[in-house]
């Protein structure tokens, strides 16, 4: 008798099911001889698969896949994701690391990527392509706005694995994250089941790298957090993996980190990064850093210009308490810091207490610089890193008790007060809200936003008004100025200010908005763009906004509203090498064949010393202008490497003497080895000369060196 068709809900369980018969064998032998007998029954008894829906947007593949043309024949990783999503984020390495032993291109196995959102935002193409660049993310990825598959495979949660075994009949559910071990397990032991039968039949993937944002024309690429110091703005260049400390007007004044992704301590033009995001300056001399993908926090000696890691193992963390000293403590995705002060400080005492979002575990935690007591009489000795706030269960949940409370992905923090006591203000992205935890008892409050119902994280639009009826979209930064806290409404493209009304709260509109035509256009105007970081300037008379999406530092003027584009300069006004000398042209002159087409290259050469590096992250450009006709540009600017090629086509009339000329202007972004960046600017004037007398005959080519 026929019973009832199997479907998604159902292999969900019994991969859990499996994941604990898997996890309780003693051998590697024995956990394949579990996932074969799983693999053979839904073989068997297979359930139905539906194929991307027609029309759909792809990214990193020329043309759109399907089930029948693309997937047949190869084992698939479906990842269900939503960019927004920590969670999601955290997979990621799981599927490098897969691809990397099966990649794409072999034809057994292949990743796709199925764009599922969850907020608004996330469903706009360009925003997806930005998260793609951003996360590196280099398989397929379909954006599927409505969720139809999501809906019609009855997926669950994000993020969630299913694999496909070679006929497109689901096989595997891994549902949430952590899987890293059971994913390759599951992937080889379908691998060695279908190879001898012939199902794998290895084709090939039309694979197309998209990458709409790589070129941005800014020193910065997608720069998360933003904070101040005494002499200017310290910026979390994350796109770059590395800090700025620039002047007020921007220029660069010291540049920590190599720009290399990597997790290494050491002089700050060696240390590196993966993904940086908050900051936060500690007078004199000493800047800390959440290094989220590198789960770890990491100080910087501004006097010796050091890194040194702090807290965090370079591996994600999955301890939801804490307590241990400095390195010997995982943790888990670390986003936002700010500074603060143990209970037994005195109000103008040190700052001896660095509070951490922990976005990955959905708590706040504190890392103890020196000494100090906490809640309930409780003490911790200097290098403490410890949970302060929140049970990791992903929640909007308020209480007294700050171990129960529930956050869910804080990923902003700012030091306000409230009715004259200090409180730490809490941008709660995934809940869309705004919340409070006192520093005296610990106690969890809303702000605005969210929803009534603590497990109720889709509460989210875009409403001023108070308390809960005030409605945001994945908040990321917070910034305290007085009694009103300013927001960075990232997926509103918004920035808005709370201030208190009686015992609630109500938040308004200051600056921002775009419109999803421009988003979609990817149109350059004075908006926003999924902004990210916020801080406010030491006289509170302007706000500094990290807008991610626009590679932008902008300025918020609190007494008008209006917003201003600070350019990031890679300069060093001390140092006369860093001058612009674009009014100083230089000559250089070469002789050419005459009486037919001309290839002609002109061969541009940086000038490195042993202590100067070429930036190769920033926007090096060359640029040719020409009004004569007989020379061809193709093309006419370009990227400037450490030797770059520029071909020209000439064509010159035989038996008189010719000449052409060309105004060559190159802009370049150099490094000194002490962490400092200059940029040079230079103009030649090229002239090409070809005269009966001077016939290079038998020369297809000319190479004229430039040195820069």
């Given amino acids: 008798?026929?019973?009832?068709?199997?479907?998604?809900?159902?292999?969900?369980?019994?991969?859990?099911?499996?994941?604990?018969?898997?996890?309780?064998?003693?051998?590697?032998?024995?956990?394949?001889?579990?996932?074969?007998?799983?693999?053979?029954?839904?073989?068997?008894?297979?359930?139905?698969?539906?194929?991307?829906?027609?029309?759909?947007?792809?990214?990193?593949?020329?043309?759109?896949?399907?089930?029948?043309?693309?997937?047949?024949?190869?084992?698939?990783?479906?990842?269900?994701?939503?960019?927004?999503?920590?969670?999601?984020?955290?997979?990621?390495?799981?599927?490098?690391?897969?691809?990397?032993?099966?990649?794409?291109?072999?034809?057994?196995?292949?990743?796709?990527?199925?764009?599922?959102?969850?907020?608004?935002?996330?469903?706009?193409?360009?925003?997806?392509?930005?998260?793609?660049?951003?996360?590196?993310?280099?398989?397929?990825?379909?954006?599927?706005?409505?969720?139809?598959?999501?809906?019609?495979?009855?997926?669950?949660?994000?993020?969630?694995?299913?694999?496909?075994?070679?006929?497109?009949?689901?096989?595997?559910?891994?549902?949430?994250?952590?899987?890293?071990?059971?994913?390759?397990?599951?992937?080889?032991?379908?691998?060695?089941?279908?190879?001898?039968?012939?199902?794998?039949?290895?084709?090939?993937?039309?694979?197309?790298?998209?990458?709409?944002?790589?070129?941005?024309?800014?020193?910065?690429?997608?720069?998360?957090?933003?904070?101040?110091?005494?002499?200017?703005?310290?910026?979390?260049?994350?796109?770059?993996?590395?800090?700025?400390?620039?002047?007020?007007?921007?220029?660069?004044?010291?540049?920590?980190?190599?720009?290399?992704?990597?997790?290494?301590?050491?002089?700050?033009?060696?240390?590196?990064?993966?993904?940086?995001?908050?900051?936060?300056?500690?007078?004199?001399?000493?800047?800390?850093?959440?290094?989220?993908?590198?789960?770890?926090?990491?100080?910087?000696?501004?006097?010796?210009?050091?890194?040194?890691?702090?807290?965090?193992?370079?591996?994600?963390?999955?301890?939801?308490?804490?307590?241990?000293?400095?390195?010997?403590?995982?943790?888990?995705?670390?986003?936002?810091?700010?500074?603060?002060?143990?209970?037994?400080?005195?109000?103008?005492?040190?700052?001896?207490?660095?509070?951490?979002?922990?976005?990955?575990?959905?708590?706040?935690?504190?890392?103890?610089?020196?000494?100090?007591?906490?809640?309930?009489?409780?003490?911790?000795?200097?290098?403490?890193?410890?949970?302060?706030?929140g049970s990791g269960a992903e929640e909007n949940r308020n209480t007294s008790y700050p171990t129960r409370a529930g956050f869910a992905q804080p990923s902003g923090l700012a030091i306000g007060t409230n009715s004259g006591t200090s409180v730490l203000f809490i941008a709660d992205s995934e809940s869309s809200s705004v919340r409070k935890m006192s520093l005296t008892d610990g106690a969890v409050k809303a702000v605005v936003g969210a929803a009534r119902d603590p497990l109720d994280l889709f509460a989210y639009g875009d409403i001023d008004g108070s308390g809960t009826d005030a409605k945001l979209q994945h908040p990321l930064a917070v910034a305290a100025v007085g009694e009103a806290v300013y927001v960075a409404d990232s997926y509103n493209h918004k920035i808005k200010v709370v201030t208190p009304l009686g015992k609630t709260y109500k938040i308004s509109t200051v600056a921002g908005g775009k419109t999803t035509e421009e988003i979609e256009n990817n149109v350059e105007n004075k908006k926003l763009n999924e902004p990210g970081g916020l801080c406010a300037s030491q006289d509170h008379s302007r706000l500094y906004i990290a807008d991610t999406n626009n590679h932008a530092i902008k300025i918020l003027s609190l007494k008008d509203h209006s917003l201003q584009h600070l350019p990031i300069r890679l300069i060093d006004e001390g140092d006369s090498s860093s001058q612009d000398l674009s009014q100083d042209v230089e000559e250089v002159t070469a002789v050419v064949p005459h009486g037919r087409k001309v290839e002609v290259i002109l061969r541009i050469r940086t000038n490195l010393t042993e202590d100067t590096v070429l930036n190769k992250e920033a926007p090096n450009k060359w640029t040719i202008e020409t009004s004569d006709t007989r020379v061809v540009l193709t093309p006419s600017s370009g990227k400037l490497q450490e030797v770059t090629d520029v071909p020209l086509t000439l064509h010159l009339a035989s038996g008189t003497m010719s000449q052409v000329e060309l105004m060559l202007s190159c802009g370049v972004f150099l490094c000194l080895k002490s962490g400092v960046c200059v940029t040079r600017s230079v103009r030649y004037n090229v002239k090409l000369k070809s005269t009966d007398s001077q016939e290079l005959p038998g020369e297809d080519e000319v190479i004229v060196p430039i040195n820069v």
Avoid at 122 to 128: F, M
Avoid at 207 to 214: G, V
Avoid at 316 to 337: F, K
């Fill in 1 to 389: 008798m026929e019973g009832p068709a199997r479907d998604i809900s159902e292999l969900t369980l019994v991969c859990l099911e499996l994941a604990a018969r898997v996890d309780e064998a003693l051998t590697r032998e024995d956990k394949i001889s579990l996932i074969t007998q799983h693999i053979v029954t839904y073989t068997q008894e297979q359930i139905p698969m539906v194929d991307f829906e027609a029309g759909l947007e792809w990214f990193n593949v020329s043309r759109p896949l399907t089930l029948a043309r693309d997937l047949k024949g190869r084992i698939t990783v479906l990842d269900f994701f939503t960019y927004c999503c920590v969670n999601c984020m955290h997979i990621l390495p799981d599927l490098e690391a897969l691809e990397k032993l099966h990649p794409p291109n072999d034809g057994e196995v292949l990743v796709v990527g199925v764009h599922s959102a969850k907020f608004e935002n996330e469903r706009v193409s360009s925003n997806i392509l930005a998260a793609i660049e951003k996360y590196h993310i280099h398989h397929p990825v379909v954006n599927d706005p409505q969720a139809k598959m999501w809906a019609q495979l009855s997926i669950a949660c994000w993020p969630t694995l299913l694999i496909l075994g070679p006929n497109g009949n689901p096989l595997f559910v891994l549902v949430g994250e952590g899987h890293g071990e059971r994913l390759q397990l599951c992937v080889d032991s379908t691998i060695e089941h279908f190879s001898s039968s012939g199902c794998l039949t290895k084709s090939s993937v039309p694979l197309a790298p998209s990458r709409q944002f790589a070129a941005t024309g800014s020193s910065l690429l997608y720069p998360g957090k933003v904070t101040v110091h005494p002499g200017g703005l310290v910026v979390s260049d994350s796109g770059h993996n590395r800090i700025l400390m620039t002047d007020y007007e921007g220029n660069v004044i010291k540049v920590i980190g190599s720009g290399k992704q990597g997790f290494s301590d050491g002089s700050i033009s060696n240390a590196s990064f993966n993904n940086p995001q908050g900051v936060a300056y500690h007078h004199p001399d000493v800047l800390y850093i959440a290094d989220a993908d590198n789960h770890a926090i990491r100080q910087v000696d501004i006097v010796t210009s050091t890194v040194k890691t702090i807290a965090g193992t370079g591996k994600q963390g999955r301890d939801l308490e804490g307590g241990l000293i400095g390195t010997s403590q995982a943790i888990s995705s670390p986003w936002d810091i700010c500074l603060a002060r143990s209970l037994d400080q005195a109000e103008d005492g040190t700052d001896n207490l660095l509070l951490v979002a922990m976005a990955g575990s959905h708590q706040i935690w504190g890392i103890f610089l020196s000494d100090g007591k906490w809640l309930k009489g409780s003490s911790y000795s200097k290098g403490t890193v410890v949970r302060l706030a």
